[in-house]
């Protein structure tokens, strides 16, 4: 594992992919910030966070034969390997809020952004960005369900630790991955899921709210959800979302 530390840079995701080739990184390079000046979340979100206070850290993974049309079972991977530090260090009820969220009991605690490097109809190397809440108590007001691991513990967590334990347990989970143990990865990832398999309002982007339960996770990704006629119905990243917590 290399750890490189910045004091401030604009995306650990960015300088990752722009340095990853040409200094030849090895796999489970990280590149942690105390700040970003332009973090990102899924489809362009901003991720913000205080200086100094949380993790923000992306970790580059490199693939021999991952295909394209797997690429979600990283995504679970990932997730699951931030969920597993959590729920064995503190005692609070953590989710997977899919994608890749970590939710503690209905609060954000946790955002996951992937880009992949893509050659034919394989992945060559993903960078994994990771903003996690851990010292900072007090967020945006237009920010909402959100907390940190102070928030639930209060206590003061030593990041550098809580680091290192996270980038041991995504290696342990993305080992699934490399051993095409798919099934395993779903298995565990459904179980983890936040509202899985009961009754909740959604919403859609069309803001036509509906009850309906989430079911299953498509090979793509895709959130698949029964509704009241017992019909399916299936939806991208950002086509819905919960209407109530």
Known sequence: MNIIKLNAIDSTNSYLKNNAVK????????VVAEKQTSGRGQLGAVWESDLGKNLTFSVLIKFLDLKITDQFYLSMAVALGV????????TTTFYIKWPNDILAENNKVAGILIENSIVGSFIKNSVIGI???????????NIEYVTS????????????SLLID?????????EFVHKKKF???????????????LPAMFEDSNKEVFMGKIINISVEGQLVIELENEKTR?????E????SR
Not at 23 to 30: A, I, P, Q
Not at 183 to 197: I, P, R, T
Not at 240 to 243: E, G, L, T, V
């Open 23 to 30: 200094n030849n990184f090895e796999s489970y390079t990280v």
């Open 83 to 90: 969920l597993a530090v959590l729920k064995k260090q503190y």
């Open 131 to 141: 903003g996690l809440n851990v010292n900072q108590t007090n967020f945006s007001k």
């Open 149 to 160: 691991l102070k928030n639930i513990s209060s206590s003061e967590i030593n990041r550098d």
């Open 166 to 174: 996270i980038i041991n347990s995504i290696e342990y989970f993305v």
């Open 183 to 197: 099934l395993k990865l779903k298995e565990m990832y459904m179980e983890a899921l936040y509202k899985y398999n």
């Open 234 to 238: 299936k939806f991208n990243l950002k």
């Open 240 to 243: 819905i979302k919960f209407a």
